[in-house]
């Protein structure tokens, strides 16, 4: 147990040095470090790891070379990953037969497994080191720093790698400073709102009382976002630091987690590195000799999305319904229990060791003038490189498509960029060249967000992505209030309408109008912003509405009750392939006699005929 600041700091140096020594070599050992992102995690991470093991102990290296499960590599449709130190040698879309060549080729014999290697789709390189690969080369590790180098069970690894020295920074401050720091920095939340960090914590500062509160927003819903969870399952002391010098800042001595059930890694890892931290002294009473004391607990969310508005997250916390509340007065006045409460996404408290450890300028030399620092997207969709990113602000959403996620998938053009998850908007190509930060993302008609990012290309329906949306924001709405639980309801049954081939261009003014009356007369974030996925392709994708309503026809051939599978009579080689494969039996001819025909009456347009067929014998109308 570390008692002062000052034995914490020299413990600090011996674990930073001891890490560097495992990754410059110094130690004559190697060390294989598999990705233990999710993605990688799903795809046999495990399974290479038990294969590594069994063939270590086969040609006695088990003193030669450890084993490392760490966090996200960030390239999720490369892995799994296998990384070996000190050569800082990248395998990618390793597979458990791959296993014995890595270990007797690379870590017997030291010779690199080429055919495992990432190849530049350019200029076709090879590439051996992670960081030249040109998905990381317009990145900045801000919020995942550590993630993909520390094993984020083992908190001496996180120490050595910057852990607590943003804390002792913050304990040679005044709380006042603190807070001023950060306001200074340009720290804006990164949960979506985007109000300044600093001036949240001074509004909860100012407030007269004995009990405050710091909790952790760690509910992230939003389809396709794992942004939080990569942190909170790979780092999870930055975010406990974090909230700790928030809570230093404010006056606050308990903190609480609010993370979703449906992440029990994270849970798991937040909790083991809050019991580790107590038994070090970094948390608790007295930390460190300063006077200073902070107690972290873990609170479970049941999955419901409103409960990522502030207020209604406060509700779940102390047991009541997950339901917003009328604002003012906001949490920093009155909050948890009616104490003043500061509510910071996870991102945001991972990003404030990194303001007090290497000072505001090494912060502020990244960003807009408007928004400073970096963002972490999931980039997602039909984007090559699909994966989780950490940008400076002010990258253009060009340069995240197509530098940074390598462009369309097959060659296909591009159509639009969902950002800000189910209540963001779609941007166009006109907006590729616009720079990513707050406030552009709301001028150019969406949202930063927390951070969802997916691509469509040519082969999306704009009008059935804003029925997905608007389906997905229908069943999360609270219910309390009326505008956004009568009106997505409506938005959802004329979307549902026109998809069918039964809207009227009466549907498409109706909604327009239920979209401003939501938007300007719901209760919290979620109503206010469901209509943004239908105003925004209304705006951009006007023509597809009206293919839909006045030529009952899909244009992206993607919405089932306005298209057909049909079979070219002069195609068809009469094989019966595609009936036998049939699910519903709607395909009826004679094997080499007759062509095949389709019963429209009985398709259940599931696509198993077209993707069958070996002679290109079916298409869609």
């Known amino acids: 147990m570390y008692k002062t600041c000052e034995e914490l700091s020299r413990a600090i140096g011996h674990f930073t040095e001891k890490l560097q020594t495992k990754f410059n070599g110094r130690d004559n050992k190697r060390y294989v470090m598999l990705c233990g992102g999710t993605g990688c995690m799903a795809a046999g991470t495990m399974n290479l790891k038990e294969k590594l093991e069994q063939l270590i102990e086969t040609y006695e290296l088990r003193n030669e070379v450890e084993i490392r499960v760490v966090g996200c590599f960030g390239l999720c449709s490369q892995g799994p990953f296998v990384r070996i130190f000190p050569e800082n040698t990248l395998y990618r879309l390793v597979k458990p037969e791959d296993i014995q060549e890595i270990v007797f080729q690379d870590l017997k014999s030291h010779k690199i497994v080429e055919r495992l290697l990432y190849v530049d789709p350019e200029t076709n390189e090879k590439i051996t080191k992670m960081e030249d690969i040109p998905f990381y080369r317009k990145q900045k ?127 798991e890892h937040i909790n083991a590195t809050i019991k580790r931290a107590e038994e070090l002294g970094l948390l608790g009473d007295n930390i460190l000799g300063t006077g200073f004391s902070f107690h972290a607990h873990v609170r479970l969310g049941a999955g419901a999305f409103v409960c990522g508005e502030e207020t209604a997250l406060l509700n779940s916390i102390m047991g009541g319904r997950g339901r917003p509340r009328p604002r003012p007065p906001f949490p920093a006045v009155k909050g948890l229990w009616d104490q003043p409460t500061i509510v910071n996404n996870v991102e945001t408290l991972a990003t404030v060791p990194y303001i007090l450890r290497e000072g505001l300028d090494a912060f502020t030399c990244y960003g807009t003038e408007r928004s400073k620092g970096t963002k972490v997207f999931c980039l997602g969709g039909k984007v090559n490189n699909v994966g989780l990113v950490e940008i400076p602000m002010g990258v253009t959403l060009r340069e995240l498509i197509y530098d940074i996620g390598g462009g369309i998938q097959n060659g296909k053009e591009f159509k639009a960029i969902q950002t800000g998850g189910p209540s963001g908007g779609c941007l166009t190509k006109d907006f590729l060249d616009t720079p990513i930060d707050f406030d552009n993302m709301v001028e150019a008609g969406s949202m930063m967000g927390s951070g969802g990012a997916i691509v469509m290309d040519e082969d999306n329906c704009m009008v059935n992505v804003a029925q997905f949306y608007m389906g997905f924001i229908c069943d999360e709405s609270c ?19 026109i998809t069918s081939g039964r809207g009227s261009m009466k549907d498409f003014e109706e909604l327009e109008e239920l979209g401003e009356t939501v938007r300007n007369n719901s209760l919290c974030a979620l109503g206010q912003t469901s209509a943004n996925p239908i105003q925004s392709t209304i705006k951009h994708f006007k023509d597809e509405y009206i293919a839909h309503i006045v030529d009952k026809k899909c244009p992206a051939h993607v919405c089932k009750d306005m298209i057909q599978y049909i079979i070219d009579p002069a195609r068809c080689k009469m094989c019966s392939l595609c009936s036998r494969k049939c699910p519903v039996e709607a395909i009826h001819g004679h094997p080499g006699k007759t062509p095949f025909e389709i019963d429209q009456s009985m398709c259940v347009k599931c696509g198993m005929c077209i993707s069958t067929c070996k002679f290109d014998a079916i298409h869609i109308e």
Not at 154 to 177: H, S
Not at 482 to 495: A, Q, V, Y
Request: aromatic share 8%.
């Open 479 to 497: 219910g309390k209030c009326s505008p956004c639980r009568i009106g997505t309801k409506r938005m959802l049954e004329i979307l549902n309408r």
């Open 141 to 267: 590790r801000i919020a995942l720093h550590g993630c993909g180098v520390i094993d984020p069970n083992k908190i001496e690894e996180a120490l050595g790698c910057g852990g607590y020295q943003g804390f002792l920074k913050a304990m040679t401050m005044t709380p006042a400073e603190v807070a001023q720091m950060i306001l200074d920095s340009g720290l804006r939340g990164r949960g979506g709102g985007g109000f300044p960090t600093g001036k949240k914590w001074q509004f909860a500062a100012a407030a007269k009382s004995d009990t405050k509160y710091v909790v952790c927003n760690g509910d992230e819903g939003d389809p396709g976002a794992f942004m939080d969870r990569s942190i909170l399952e790979d780092n999870p002391l930055a975010v406990i630091e974090g909230m700790a010098i928030a809570g230093y800042a404010i006056g606050a001595s308990e903190g609480y987690f609010y993370i979703r059930a449906e992440y029990p890694r994270a849970v």
